[in-house]
């Protein structure tokens, strides 16, 4: 391994070695050269929420990161450690880079401590054999719950059978589970209703899909770390839910859940751009469903009311609309990019259910035939 500048961040004194290796090499030379000037090495390395950062260093481009022999480069002061989740130590090399030869490597060693769940949890081996499912098993289910990321050297992927159905009253099973803790591996969460005590939860990068914590009564607050979930159910009868004012409920900023009272006739109405999933039902009445720019995700399970004739596809949407192709009461689907655009995003044979409905966008007229339109005064218009 190469040699690294102190972690901790420490100026190395480089300055005076550089002028006494010019010294030396003058006294032995008729005529000396000015030694090349290099990057400082990065500074003050550490880690803050997953991130590990380092002050940003004069004259640099750009950064490169090692860690157990592979190198990223990253433009930011700025590297995402989140998913080193193997309990051991990892180490960091961090050089600078730009027009000025490279920095030395400043280094920060990270160390991942072992997770322990709580007792008497109950674990499954997956079909494919990769991971864990866990469930509630014998645990006390009282103050906090903590699910480990490994179980028998392998991941744990999913969780299931949390919930609680008996009423025995103040001591009633699980009644008093004030914090459950995923671990950054878990990417399926099922189960965990009726927790009455449960005030907030907070959801790894990783997690996919999760239908969990109806009638979690106190349940004020809903975390979602990443920007991968396709699926969010099962909140009615929390504090969330019932806080929502009229209009669409959005949980941390990221996912349109559904609407408190009347919804829009264009489906969507004003949504944040912070949102990239739509999981929710099509109201009654809804015409058309105007799914805005930036959306990744529309859970498939979404259901189509007879009303609905229309939608309005985003570029950014990364699942195929499956339910919509299966519903067929769409007479017009339009798309905010190009054919060629849609066919990179999406294979033929994935997205064209029905091409004939398909329209794409074209700022001005095209000489082409096809299905075109744009937009002239806000309002959907074909060529």
């Known amino acids: 391994m190469r040699n690294c500048t102190n972690p901790i961040g420490k100026k190395v004194r480089r300055g005076a ?43 640099a481009a750009g950064y490169r990161v090692t860690v157990n022999g592979e190198t990223t480069e990253t433009a930011e002061p700025a590297f995402d450690v989140y998913w080193y989740i193997e309990p051991q130590t990892y180490r960091f090399e961090v050089t600078a880079f730009g027009d000025l030869p490279d920095s030395p490597a400043a280094c920060y060693d990270y160390t991942v401590e072992e997770i322990v769940g709580s007792n008497g949890l109950n674990y499954y081996l997956l079909e494919d054999k990769s991971s864990y499912s866990v469930e509630r098993g014998y645990t006390s289910m009282r103050g906090v719950l903590t699910i480990p990321p490994f179980y028998n050297g392998l991941p744990v992927k999913r969780a299931s059978s949390f919930s609680v159905t008996l009423d025995y009253g103040d ?43 109806r009638n979690c009564s106190s349940l004020a607050e809903i975390r979602i ?17 019932e806080n929502q004012k009229d209009g669409p409920m959005i949980v941390d900023g990221k996912v349109l859940y559904g609407y408190k009272g009347a919804v829009p006739e264009d489906g969507v109405g004003e949504i944040p751009s912070s949102v ?49 192709a299966k519903e067929k009461v769409l007479e017009e689907i339009f798309y905010r990019g190009t054919r060629e655009e849609l066919d990179a995003q999406f294979p033929p044979n994935i997205y064209r259910f029905a091409d004939e409905l398909w329209y794409f966008y074209s700022e001005t007229r095209p000489e082409e035939e096809g299905n075109f339109w744009h937009y002239v005064d806000g309002e959907i218009v074909k060529w």
Do not use: H
Not at 277 to 299: M, Q, S
């Open 17 to 59: 070695a550089i002028f006494a290796a010019a010294v030396l090499s003058c006294l032995s030379a008729a005529a000396c050269t000015k030694p090349p000037e290099v990057l400082a090495a990065p500074e003050n390395l550490r880690v803050e929420e997953d991130l590990l950062l380092w002050d940003e260093v004069k004259g």
């Open 171 to 213: 001591n009633a099973y699980g009644k008093r589970l004030t914090e459950v803790r995923f671990p950054k591996t878990m990417e399926m969460i099922y189960g965990f209703q009726g927790l009455v005590s449960l005030t907030s939860v907070t959801l790894p990068r990783g997690v996919v899909i999760v239908s969990a914590f």
């Open 225 to 241: 770390l990443g920007d991968k979930l396709t699926r969010i159910g099962s909140l009615e009868g929390t504090a969330w839910y």
């Open 276 to 324: 990239y999933l739509i999981d929710w039902e099509c109201g009654e009445n809804v015409t058309r469903l105007a799914i805005p720019e930036g959306i990744k995700f529309v859970y498939d399970g979404t259901k189509l009311k007879e009303t609905l004739k229309s939608i309005v596809v985003p570029k950014s949407l990364q699942t195929p609309l499956l339910e919509f």
